[in-house]
């Protein structure tokens, strides 16, 4: 038993210490799923019918609910093969677990509404294989039970008969309707989760690889929440997007990233002429001898090799040497 328990204890270190990364990955991965479900809907609008109805039975939308279907399929995955969808909701629950929901309450938010995204999902998914899967038998019967000259009781196929009795469109069409009802509750529950995940961002100030991920996807920050990110900075960084922006350089020359760096200083100097750090670093780092070399082979200036950097504004090296993060 204390061996089980020392087990336990170990993967929560473990987890602890890479949570930092965990909660990046999963910001990113938000934003990866918001995407796709942004294809996955105008892949559902492209079911209009020339009346401007959404008609998912409609022989024309064949091909697009199948497209609906094999992007669900890779989103959601199975239990033994999980899809983005499922490990992003997974890592909702290990970052914000439900004991700690009253410490963290956007974190937990977040985590119920992804929750509540993946079982719409899970319903959605099935709704469009019945609709693939017996929309076509549906109108068949639809056809056999309406045509010209049919007399129930003259057909000896037990087919029409059972149409009489049992309008099999019927249910079809109300599936089609969930679907309908399901997709737009699933945009519901991502807009409401893109609300509560950008007032968490100043809760997430201390980490730097969030702030990082913030700049690397600033058109996507914009298109989802109408800012700048100079804007989303300022907010989590009592008004100042410089201090944003040397965070991310702070990061980026831990991982020795220089080109990084120095793009992201001379964007905090953009924001903040006055910014010592800023300017002190530019400074430095242009006046590498390893920056130059680069530079002069046209190669990307990327990984280069170790050098310290000290950081004089707090007291300690510029980058981890062996980290490379």
């Given at each position: 038993m204390s061996s089980f328990f020392g087990r336990d204890r170990v993967r929560q270190s473990w987890f602890e210490q890479r949570h930092d990364h965990f909660v990046r990955r999963t910001v990113a991965d938000f934003f990866s799923f918001v995407d796709a479900f942004h294809n996955l809907y105008r892949e559902y609008l492209l079911c209009r019918t020339p009346e401007g109805d959404i008609d998912l039975l409609a022989s024309q939308a064949r091909s697009h609910r199948q497209r609906m279907w094999d992007q669900l399929r890779l989103l959601i995955g199975s239990e033994t093969d999980k899809g983005p969808l499922w490990e992003l909701k997974d890592t909702c629950h290990m970052i914000w677990p439900e004991h700690n929901s009253s410490d963290d309450i956007h974190g937990a938010l977040v985590d119920w509404l992804v929750g509540s995204v993946f079982h719409e999902a899970m319903k959605l998914k099935?709704?469009?294989?019945?609709?693939?899967?017996?929309?076509?038998?549906?109108?068949?019967?639809?056809?056999?039970?309406?045509?010209?000259?049919?007399?129930?009781?003259?057909?000896?196929?037990?087919?029409?008969?059972?149409?009489?009795?049992?309008?099999?469109?019927?249910?079809i069409r109300k599936i089609g309707i969930d679907v309908g009802r399901q997709m737009e509750q699933i945009a519901i529950l991502l807009g409401q989760a893109t609300c509560i995940l950008r007032?968490?961002?100043?809760?997430?100030?201390?980490?730097?690889?969030?702030?990082?991920?913030?700049?690397?996807?600033?058109?996507?920050?914009?298109?989802?929440?109408?800012?700048?990110?100079e804007s989303v900075l300022a907010d989590m960084f009592a008004g100042s997007a410089a201090r944003g922006f040397c965070v991310a350089s702070r990061s980026y020359l831990a991982g020795q990233w220089y080109g990084e760096a120095l793009a992201m200083y001379e964007r905090a100097l953009a924001c903040d002429d006055g910014c010592n750090e800023a300017r002190e670093k530019i400074a430095e780092?242009?006046?590498?001898?390893?920056?130059?070399?680069?530079?002069?082979?046209?190669?990307?200036?990327?990984?280069?090799?170790?050098?310290?950097?000290?950081?004089?504004?707090?007291?300690?090296?510029?980058?981890?040497?062996?980290?490379?993060s």
């Amino acid at each position: 038993m204390s061996s089980f328990f020392g087990r336990d204890r170990v993967r929560q270190s473990w987890f602890e210490q890479r949570h930092d990364h965990f909660v990046r990955r999963t910001v990113a991965d938000f934003f990866s799923f918001v995407d796709a479900f942004h294809n996955l809907y105008r892949e559902y609008l492209l079911c209009r019918t020339p009346e401007g109805d959404i008609d998912l039975l409609a022989s024309q939308a064949r091909s697009h609910r199948q497209r609906m279907w094999d992007q669900l399929r890779l989103l959601i995955g199975s239990e033994t093969d999980k899809g983005p969808l499922w490990e992003l909701k997974d890592t909702c629950h290990m970052i914000w677990p439900e004991h700690n929901s009253s410490d963290d309450i956007h974190g937990a938010l977040v985590d119920w509404l992804v929750g509540s995204v993946f079982h719409e999902a899970m319903k959605l998914k099935e709704n469009i294989y019945l609709l693939n899967a017996y929309g076509p038998a549906a109108r068949r019967i639809r056809g056999l039970s309406q045509g010209p000259g049919f007399d129930p009781a003259a057909a000896g196929s037990a087919l029409p008969r059972l149409s009489t009795m049992v309008d099999v469109e019927l249910l079809i069409r109300k599936i089609g309707i969930d679907v309908g009802r399901q997709m737009e509750q699933i945009a519901i529950l991502l807009g409401q989760a893109t609300c509560i995940l950008r007032l968490m961002m100043p809760e997430l100030s201390s980490n730097p690889l969030v702030v990082r991920l913030l700049i690397e996807e600033e058109d996507t920050i914009c298109a989802l929440w109408g800012e700048e990110v100079e804007s989303v900075l300022a907010d989590m960084f009592a008004g100042s997007a410089a201090r944003g922006f040397c965070v991310a350089s702070r990061s980026y020359l831990a991982g020795q990233w220089y080109g990084e760096a120095l793009a992201m200083y001379e964007r905090a100097l953009a924001c903040d002429d006055g910014c010592n750090e800023a300017r002190e670093k530019i400074a430095e780092i242009e006046a590498m001898p390893e920056v130059h070399a680069v530079e002069d082979s046209g190669a990307k200036p990327a990984h280069l090799c170790c050098r310290p950097l000290p950081d004089r504004l707090n007291r300690e090296s510029g980058f981890c040497r062996n980290s490379g993060s």
